[in-house]
Structures are given as structure tokens and as C-alpha cells.
């Protein structure tokens, strides 16, 4: 198993920036395909972009490409999201997620809380 944990959510003005981190425990980090997801209020979850376990392939949902950066540390146990040029429309709470060898995100972090203001 693998536990998660998000920070670096906020309030920031439209065009800003922010780096949200998802710490994991355990030492099988590498083992698990990551992706980060978010919700808005009355709105269902959905990606924004996943890395596989050594970071070779990423996915980027349209919304975001170009404008956010997923990465991994490996041996930090850490999966980052650089989002810049950030949009009101982006105001949501973000999870980071673990993918085992179920093929299905598993683990989920509790969320952090990311607002853009106009």
C-alpha cells in the first residue's frame, strides 16, 4: 500500500503559478504509475495528468497542455504538478493518485485546494 499526501494549494490570481507535491510513503513509490485529478464544485473528477513509474510517458488532458508540468522524484517519493498561466477555470480541489499492478488508481491523497481568482 501507499499512502499520499498533498501540498502547495492556494489562492492565486489569474496568470499565476503554483507547484502542488504529493509525498508517498513506502519504499515501492517507483512502482506505481501517478497521476494528479481534480474536482470542481458540482463538477465530476477528472485527470490532468499522469507519468508513468520512471517518468518516460506523460499524459496531459487538453485543458492543461503547455501550461502544466508533471514530474516524479523517485527517490524523494514525490510526484510534483507545475501549473502555470493558471485560469479561473482551473479553481478546484486536486488529487494526486497511485496506479498499481491492478491497473487502477488505488491510492488516493485527501486533496489540496487550489483557487484562481480573475
Known amino acids: 500500500q501507499v499512502q499520499l499526501v498533498e501540498s502547495g494549494g492556494g489562492l492565486v490570481q489569474a496568470g499565476g503559478s503554483l507547484r502542488l507535491s504529493c509525498a508517498a510513503s513506502?519504499?515501492?513509490?517507483?512502482?506505481?504509475?501517478m497521476g494528479w485529478f481534480r474536482q470542481a464544485p458540482g463538477k465530476e473528477r477528472e485527470v490532468v495528468a499522469t507519468?508513468?513509474?520512471?517518468?518516460?510517458?506523460?499524459y496531459y488532458a487538453h485543458s492543461v497542455k503547455g501550461r502544466f508540468t508533471i514530474s516524479r522524484d523517485n527517490a524523494k517519493n514525490t510526484v510534483f504538478l507545475q501549473m502555470n498561466s493558471l485560469k479561473p477555470e482551473d479553481t478546484a480541489v486536486y488529487y494526486c493518485?497511485?496506479?498499481?499492478?491492478?491497473?487502477?488508481?488505488?491510492?488516493w491523497g485527501q486533496g489540496t485546494q487550489v483557487t484562481v481568482s480573475s
Open positions: 513506502g519504499r515501492t513509490f517507483s512502482s506505481y504509475s
Open positions: 493518485a497511485a496506479k498499481g499492478t491492478t491497473n487502477k488508481y488505488d491510492y
Open positions: 507519468i508513468s513509474r520512471t517518468g518516460g510517458l506523460r
